[in-house]
């Protein structure tokens, strides 16, 4: 499956997440942590969305709570699109057992 296809004929997940009009920039991130700040929000009459439940690792809430803010839909849109993209740009399959991704990593 290729990019355009995936993020309808955006070229990244930036640009697919980001496609609404911009109003202004985001401030930039705080020396306090912020590593995203979602400032839009979904435009569902204009990019359709489909709505989901779903259960959210602890840790994932967490670093979201420390280190983003903003809409958290939009947040959530944006981390699943560039977690495709990487997985895309890999080129190998991944097999995914459970949630350990982050006993091997630091913030």
Known sequence: M???????????ADSFVNREEKKSPPAPAPSYGLKLIASGRLDKKNFPCKPMSFHLDNRLDEWMELHASGNRQLMMNYLIAKGIEQVIDNNDSTLVKDMDYFDDKKE
Do not use: P, R, T
């Open 2 to 12: 290729s990019k355009d296809n995936l993020f309808d004929g955006a070229q990244d």
